[in-house]
């Protein structure tokens, strides 16, 4: 006798639905815990001593603790049934500042609240190029793999949320992971797992997710001594610089782009174009940077010496701009970026963030030496990183 | 968005996960009641002080820190005395779980000791209902089973509050914060952070997990793997007096004054019931001084040697058309089984050490049984004599060796020659000096008891010199129905006949609910068996008069009406009588006949769903083929109205107490305006991704829904604008849709 299709996709279906009862779903890892073991084990112990003398009541026993287990189960289920979990990263990001991760949490079922999960964040950078193969073989010492492997740790940061009070019903909530970045680049912020002990506490579930959101950080901020010598070759600040500054005379309108304050629109000649326009104002001061940031492997042979160059560009950067005297910013001789607003600063931190050494640039080479004031840089020794205003030392860190 | 409801905070977690131990550890050690374990003491002692710390939480910190530490070698040490004092392993460690409880449910516990605490109540209740078979260990076995579900989830709740802080019983640093407890405070603040939909969904989720446990019981597959349960040989038990070999006068009288259930008898055919059941258990026959007895010899005559299996065969031959008869025999009551008479076969449900007496009908156990015994008999004979072809025939060869001293035994007065004399005088009254028949004595000899002697439960023997029941024959005074057995086996003996007593059941009452016989310990009775050379048995004669004894002969039905207890104790008989069928004696064959029926009953309810299915087709469309008319119509629209109002008392009274958890009036049931916003607040739904007109709308409604009054937009113009707001979102989202 041959099943009927029909039957026969039925039974496939009670299958599944059976398997799916009994073997973790993908990505899910579900671990005893004590209280689990230990409910695991009375149950065998009591499921063996029912079958060793045919005792009812042991079998009675044994099925309550299965039904436990089961109902276990359905409440872990509905209490993480409706739950929606958002990460959300405020930038900027910067190496060695406090950076806030925060998980937004709602509860979208109608009564049933939720308790006690807690969610598993991992920041680390992002990895360049394909993940490395793996070694068949590990000739390094165990002390030396160990040291390797705190390495990689110390660069990656670690945190559980946990959602100590209970999530109402059709409400929201807002968790908070504080860590510091250790190194500029591109860092993902990953949501590694969710988990809960509830209702029981027998079992661990935990599962992965794809929540995951990547980030700059922007080099670290680092000390600087300033020198005179450069400074005071300078033209005084008293004439007008034909270029967008931080001044109080209107220089031209533009349209208007994300992140400019409302209070530049300029509401008349934007209800005449019908096009949102925003105020320029002239530059107060003419005396205006052009930065240069060449990052010539041949000239940055050491890696940390590199390091402080970023971090000496990205702070002079952004000092000269508060100050209104940056004028472009500049990598490997590309064609300078004019720095008018903050995006183009944020721009240009953003560069700077994954800058790495580049083998093709000559040294010394690709700096536009056309342009006024150019600030460029230069090691100083074998550690640190000089300044230079057209060729002259104006600040070293 | 609801109303926000408190929290818990961590001190009224810790608060009511104390309150949740202690009532577990008093819920565990209840088990003492019916467990047949001498440990009242421990139990007072336990139950005392995990009440007096629960009423005073701040105590535990005041017990000195050297306590704490000398706590296990003490425990250890009282266990092993215990264990040397009484020799019993069982009731040893009962008394070592709750010796335990005690420390547990009086000193301040991390989860570790939370979870002890609960294994320790779940190992005593385990025992208590793998030696009892007691309906009581269902019963506490649910409740066990939801409050140590309630204590888990408070645990797991009070570990996420917080993370668990390393503190050991006897903290020199002084009580927790959460010893100061005001129960009634935290009650009003259990009661406020309650929703009742909660609850109720809880109520219902325990109720799922009772079914399931019903499911997978019957479901388990079970193996017959011939093991005898291992935790009845570390306990023992005595039976009670007056169901064992010797039986002296009175005993018999104390059994009567107890009303508790001794045994249930499940028949498959009612209709053969006897119209009075006499239910054997021991047959007696020597006789001295006022204790009757199983004489040794008789012993050996009687019975085999002893076996070990589930069945016995008996004497009597497989008869089609004969009942089977299922006996529930509860604990300590006796290790020789009641039954009607000699069998074709008895089944028990587990592997027995026994001893059967084929001819005389009886089956005794090694041991006293702990547990409820059940077992079932067929081919049962319920007359009211005995065949002993065997007995005939010594008869027949009175110098025959062997056997045959137990037959002079059975003749055996067993009295002085002054108490001899009074006897003979009395068998002179009773025959007249005639020979008599062994049915003709009887009669004769019953009538000059009862013309003598009343039935009495406070029997009167006179003091005096000579035999007690020469002397209560004399007297003429009242007697129970061992002095009439006993009375009627020394005058049937002075006259020459072989006579013995019987001790056992009479009677029963027929349970209207379980259908089923029930016998109490008040229907033990004695009675006696003569035997009738000419017929080749033993034939009952039950010389008691009065209630128990003169009692018309009425069979079949009438006989079971007249029995039949409709009580409220029957009532609950009959709950005992489900846990043994259904429970207790539940076995593979009972699972493979209940997965039948089940199976059985599941297409029969599917054909009959069916049917009904399309009997309701045939019924509209019989209906939709009638011939429509104003008045037809005007009836479906009034039905249709009157759904539409059920419908909308539904949404406007029912529906908020499931959306809200609360009385309508309390969510703006009386303001249209929080309606109406209520209303446009659910069709826009979740604000994620929207337009800043949008956004703004979504405020001003839940400003409206949710904010003071003095503090509303004009509603009908935030109505208005969500009106058109709604349209437009709903255009962008199909142009969007068409583009996509």
Same mark, same amino acid.
């Given at each position: 006798?041959?099943?009927?299709? $029909? ?50 009541? %042991? ?18 289920? /509905? ?13 900027? &990001? ?10 937004? &949490? ?89 988990? $809960? ?5 027998? /079992? ?41 500054? $931080? ?80 004028? $472009? ?22 560069? %700077? ?20 004031? /150019? %600030? ?11 300044? &230079? ?9 | ?121 779940? #190992? ?18 649910? =409740? ?6 309630? #204590? ?26 959460? +010893? ?22 809880? +109520? ?29 040989? #570390? ?113 028990? +449900? ?12 009886? @089956? ?125 086996? =020394? ?62 002969? @009425? ?104 959306? #809200? ?80």
């Amino acid at each position: 006798m041959t099943a009927s299709p $029909s039957s026969s996709a039925r039974l496939g279906l009670w299958n599944r639905l059976l398997w799916a009862l009994v073997f973790p779903r993908r990505h899910q890892r579900i671990v005893p815990t004590v209280s689990g073991t230990l409910l695991v084990s009375v149950a065998l112990g009591i499921g063996t001593a029912a079958y060793n003398s045919a005792n009812n009541i %042991l079998f009675i026993t044994l099925a309550v603790l299965l039904a436990c287990l089961v109902l276990s189960g359905v409440l872990s289920w /509905l209490n993480l049934r409706g739950v929606e979990w958002r990460l959300d990263v405020a930038p900027p &990001l910067r190496v060695g500042h406090v950076a806030v991760v925060a998980l937004g &949490l709602r509860n979208h079922k109608s009564f049933l609240p939720t308790y006690g999960l807690w969610f598993d964040v991992e920041a680390k950078p992002e990895q360049e190029g394909p993940p490395a193969a793996v070694e068949s073989t590990i000739t390094a010492k165990g002390i030396d793999v160990r040291a390797a492997l705190a390495r990689a740790e110390a660069v990656d940061a670690r945190g559980q949320l946990v959602l100590r009070e209970r999530l109402d019903p059709r409400g929201e909530a807002r968790l908070d992971w504080t860590f510091q970045p250790v190194r500029r680049g591109r860092l993902v912020i990953d949501l590694v797992g969710v988990g $809960s002990l509830f209702p029981f506490g027998f /079992l661990r579930k935990t599962f992965t997710t794809e929540q995951r959101a990547v980030r700059l950080v922007w080099p670290a901020a680092v000390e600087y001594r300033r020198h005179a010598a450069a400074s005071e070759r300078l033209p005084a600040g008293s004439e007008r610089a034909p270029q967008a500054g $931080s001044g109080g005379d209107l220089w031209a309108l533009r349209r208007y782009a994300p992140g400019d304050s409302h209070r530049l629109i300029h509401w008349k000649a934007s209800a005449r174009s019908q096009t949102l326009l925003v105020r320029q104002f002239a530059a107060e001061s003419t005396t205006g940077f052009a930065l240069a940031l060449d990052s010539g492997a041949t000239v940055w042979t050491r890696p940390e010496q590199f390091e402080l160059l970023v971090s000496f560009a990205a702070t002079l950067a952004e000092d000269l701009f508060r100050l209104g005297q940056l004028e $472009s910013a500049q990598i490997n001789g590309e064609p300078p970026q004019p720095m008018r607003r903050v995006r183009d600063l944020e721009q240009f931190l953003d560069r %700077l963030a994954v800058v790495q050494p580049n083998a093709e640039s000559p040294a010394g080479g690709g700096s536009p030496t056309r342009l006024r004031n /150019l %600030l460029t840089f230069a090691p100083d020794g074998a550690r640190g990183v000089i300044a &230079l205003v057209n060729g002259e030392k104006a600040a070293s860190a | 968005m609801e109303k926000r409801r408190p929290q818990l905070s961590l001190d009224e977690l810790h608060q009511l996960k104390w309150l949740l131990g202690g009532g577990l550890v008093l819920l565990s050690v209840a088990t003492v009641f019916y467990l047949d374990v001498d440990a009242w003491t421990l139990m007072a002692l336990t139950a005392a002080g995990v009440l007096a710390v629960l009423v005073k939480p701040e105590w535990p910190a005041r017990v000195p820190v050297i306590v704490h530490r000398l706590a296990f070698p003490a425990i250890v040490a009282l266990f092993v005395g215990d264990l040397w004092r009484t020799g019993e392993i069982l009731p040893a460690i009962v008394r070592l779980d709750i010796l335990l409880l005690l420390y547990r449910g009086t000193s301040y516990r991390q989860k570790r000791d939370d979870l002890q605490v609960i294994l320790l109540g779940l #190992f005593l209740i385990v025992v208590a209902g793998v030696l009892t078979v007691s309906l009581v260990f269902a019963v506490q076995l649910v =409740l066990f089973t939801a409050w140590a579900l309630a #204590f888990l989830l408070v645990i797991t709740l009070t570990e996420a509050a917080a993370p668990p802080v390393p503190a050991r019983a006897g903290d020199p640093s002084g009580p927790p914060a959460w +010893t100061r407890i005001r129960w009634g405070n935290l009650a009003t603040r259990v009661r406020a952070v309650t929703d009742w939909r909660v609850v109720a969904l809880g +109520t219902g989720l325990f109720a799922l997990v009772v079914v399931i446990s019903a499911a997978l019981f019957l479901a388990i597959p079970r193996f017959q793997l011939e093991n005898s349960l291992f935790l009845e040989r #570390f306990v023992s038990k005595k039976a009670r007096s007056g169901f064992n070999e010797t039986i002296r006068f009175g005993e018999v009288t104390e059994i009567l004054q107890d009303d508790s259930v001794a045994a249930n008898i499940d028949v498959t055919d009612r209709s053969q019931i006897p119209a009075t059941p006499y239910w054997r258990m021991l047959v007696l026959d020597e006789y001295s001084n006022g204790t009757f007895k199983l004489s040794p010899r008789l012993r050996r005559a009687t019975f085999d040697n002893e076996r070990t299996g589930a069945f016995v065969r008996g004497s009597r031959r497989p008869r089609l058309g004969l009942p089977v008869w299922t006996f529930y025999l509860e604990s300590g009551i006796s290790r020789y089984l009641p039954l009607l008479g000699p069998f074709e076969l008895l089944r028990f +449900t587990t592997i027995q050490n026994y001893r059967a007496g084929q001819v005389a009908g009886l @089956v005794a156990l090694r041991d006293e049984p702990v547990t409820m015994t059940a077992y079932r008999v067929e081919g049962m004979l319920t007359g009211d004599t005995v065949p002993d072809p065997a007995f005939t025939e010594f008869l027949a060869k009175p110098r025959a060796a062997g056997p045959l001293q137990s037959v002079e035994l059975l003749r055996m007065v067993g009295v002085g020659e002054a108490d001899r004399a009074v006897l003979r005088q009395a068998v002179a009254e009773i025959t007249g000096g005639a020979t008599l028949t062994v049915a003709d004595f009887s009669v004769r000899a019953e009538r000059w008891l009862a013309a003598r002697h009343s039935y009495s439960l406070q029997p009167a023997i006179p003091a005096g010199p000579g035999d007690p029941l020469v002397r209560w024959l004399k007297a003429n005074g009242g007697g129970n129905c061992e002095l009439f057995a006993g009375s009627f086996v =020394l005058l049937a003996r002075t006259a020459g006949y072989s006579t013995r007593v019987v001790t056992g059941f009479k009677g029963g009452t027929w349970n209207a609910y379980s259908s089923n016989f029930t016998l109490r310990n008040s229907d033990a009775h004695a009675w006696c068996e003569i035997f009738d050379p000419a017929a080749g048995a033993w034939r009952r004669v039950d010389p008691t008069v009065g209630p128990v004894g003169a009692q018309e002969e @009425v069979r079949g039905e009438a006989a079971l009406a007249r029995r039949t207890d409709t009580s409220w104790s029957a009532r609950f008989d009959s709950l005992r009588v489900f846990w043994y069928r259904r429970i207790v004696n539940f076995d593979q064959r009972a699972q493979v006949e209940t997965l039948k029926a089940i199976k059985d009953a599941t297409e029969d309810s599917g054909r009959k769903l069916r049917e009904r299915l399309a009997d309701l087709f045939r019924g509209v469309r019989d209906w939709l083929a009638q011939p429509w008319d104003v008045r037809r119509i005007a009836r479906i629209l009034a039905v249709a109205v009157a759904a539409a109002a059920l419908g909308w008392g539904w949404r406007e009274y029912v529906g908020p107490w499931w959306r #809200f958890g609360r009385r309508p009036g309390r969510v703006g049931k009386a303001d249209p305006v929080r309606r109406e916003a209520s209303r446009w607040l659910a069709r826009f739904g979740p604000l994620s991704g929207r337009a800043a007109d949008e956004e703004a709308v979504h405020a001003a409604l839940l400003r409206l829904r949710f904010g003071a009054r003095e503090t509303w937009p004009e509603p009908e113009a935030v109505f208005r604008q969500a009106r058109r707001v709604w349209r437009e979102s709903r255009r962008r989202r199909r142009a969007a849709a068409r583009l996509t």
